[in-house]
């Protein structure tokens, strides 16, 4: 404890120059991105892609398109076949596994570069809540592991897939300075429930926790829920004055007394999940995470700014409006809303990320971005073309606010049809109150009229987030990729379906 704290007192200056290059990025940010732009183009010059699209100096940024997965999914695959500078103008050092949330299994190729973007973020947010947030006093943390379930998988040259945790998105030293704050847990299980117990074991032990650091504030909330279900069985491998804090009604403020700090996604669909779980513990102070995607770091949560800012200096961020217009970071409007188009040194140029944002505000001049949700996002299963946006107004506009977890599942059937999902009881006409409001899309409302479509049903659960939860990490995803979703991409597996339609 007393090493720890000795440590937490040495972090602020070891994580300055980070904050520093961050503060001085601010100060000049089209300048920032105009180099930074140069530096990538010139990097691209040196790879078989940046050449196939005419890339042959600094100057030649702009003859890059603007490109999703699918177009680059080609050159990742032979980026993974060959050890030379494909897609990426440093050595791959590892491929990070990710859904996209609106497409299938995809590898993200990993660089020296990437990670210490990775850092930069990392260590400008460490470096803010220590100096400016709420007091710590040994820094004891817990980040969110991913669990592996399975065998290590590699690429045909060698190269690892997937990380053993997510402190390892860092650079070298910054992982290993991390480390010595961490409540340790293993990222290798057999299965979802050995995981579960393994990390509220974990937790449960940490009486000193300071700092939780998760990406869905569900995946918090069934940790949450596992030790309520199973108390006395965990209790049963915890020290007697830990395993006494089990017996009864819980109350999280004695298990975890100096929790201070919830970091985690607050905004978006996430918005009234980690409303929820900072009313479950009152005692921390909950901030939003910024954006950030397995594929690049977009912004970092900075406490002055009252908000997320850009990371300018390290990803190349451009906007793209309704009329798929691309405009330089500074150019955009406030209260507008864009897609997010980014360039990193991870070898992903002008790739459209798939996330929306808003500007809110300016600090300094530079924009404040808020995320609202997934560009693009639409479930077709007969030609109804439901997309993520409309579907959050219907279920808004029928659904009492007090219900934090409503998502809507796709069913393959027969008949193809929908389920809603949430995680508290539901007035029993709320099923068929959803659907009309679902008929004010024309596709919706034909494929019903038509009987192409079965009448959706509604499933309450307590469990339902953990059902979401198991229900993508079957599909490879790890759990820092698991967003909450007001539709959900991906039609229900047959396990899933089984949970929420138990008759058929």
């Known amino acids: ?16 120059p980070f904050a520093a290059a961050f503060a001085t990025a601010l100060r000049a940010p089209a300048l920032t991105q105009a180099r930074l732009r140069r530096g990538l183009a010139a990097a691209a010059a040196t790879t078989a892609y940046g050449r196939s699209h005419g890339v042959r100096g600094a100057g030649d940024f702009e003859r890059l398109p603007v490109v999703d997965w699918d177009d680059l999914a080609p050159w990742v695959a032979r980026q993974q076949a060959e050890e ?56 004891r943390t817990y980040i969110s592991v991913s669990p592996r379930l399975g065998a290590a998988q590699t690429t045909a040259t060698g190269r690892p897939i997937g990380l053993e945790d997510d402190a390892a998105y860092l650079d070298g030293w910054m992982q290993a300075l991390l480390r010595r704050f961490l409540v340790p847990v293993d990222s ?36 949450l829920d596992h030790v309520t279900l199973h108390a006395d069985r965990l209790a049963r491998h915890l020290p007697t004055d830990r395993a006494r804090l089990l017996r009864g009604e819980l109350d999280w403020a004695r298990i975890w007394p100096r929790l201070t700090l919830l970091s985690c996604w607050d905004q978006g669909p996430a918005a009234p999940m980690a409303a929820r779980l900072a009313r479950r513990l009152p005692h921390a102070t909950l901030q939003g995470k910024g954006l950030l995607a397995t594929e690049g ?25 309704d009329r798929g217009d691309l405009l330089p970071l500074m150019a955009g409007r406030v209260s507008a ?35 609202v949700g997934r560009a693009g996002g639409v479930s077709d299963l007969v030609g109804e073309k439901l997309t993520e946006r409309f579907v959050a107004d219907a279920l808004a506009s029928v659904l009492p606010s007090s219900v934090a977890l409503r998502t809507l599942v796709p069913l393959l059937g027969p008949p193809a049809r929908y389920a809603l999902l949430t995680d508290e009881p539901l007035p029993a006409d709320a099923a068929s ?43 490879g995803l790890r759990l820092g990729d698991i967003k909450p979703r007001a539709l959900q991409l991906h039609p229900a597996d047959p396990e899933l379906t089984l949970q929420l339609c138990p008759s058929r």
């Open 433 to 475: 109150r959803v659907d009309e409001a679902l008929r004010q899309a024309h596709h919706y409302g034909l494929a019903r009229e038509l009987g192409q479509l079965g009448s959706l049903v509604a499933c309450s659960d307590p469990a339902a987030g953990r059902w979401l939860t198991e229900h993508e990490a079957r599909r």
């Open 337 to 371: 809303t864009y897609e997010v188009v980014i360039s990193t040194r991870g070898g992903l140029l002008r790739y459209a990320l798939g996330d929306r944002v808003q500007i809110t505000h300016r600090y300094r001049g530079v924009p404040v971005l808020r995320f």
């Open 297 to 321: 770091a977009v912004t970092v949560p900075w406490l002055r700014a009252e908000g997320c800012l850009p990371l300018l200096h390290r990803t190349l961020i451009e906007l793209r409006d």
């Open 188 to 223: 290798r299980f057999a299965d979802g429930e050995a995981f579960r117990d393994a990390t509220a074991l974990a937790l449960l032990r940490a009486s000193d926790l300071e700092v939780v650091s998760v990406w869905n504030p569900t995946f918090l909330e069934v940790l």
């Open 84 to 139: 030379g500078r494909v897609l990426c103008p440093q050595p791959v050092r590892f491929y990070e596994r990710t859904s996209g949330s609106s497409g299938a299994s995809k590898l993200v190729p990993y660089t020296a570069g990437l990670q210490q973007d990775f850092s930069a973020m990392f260590g400008a947010w460490a470096w803010d809540v220590l100096t400016r947030g709420p007091r710590l006093r040994s820094g």
């Open 1 to 16: 404890m007393i090493r720890r704290r000795v440590a937490l007192r040495s972090l602020p200056p070891l994580l300055f």
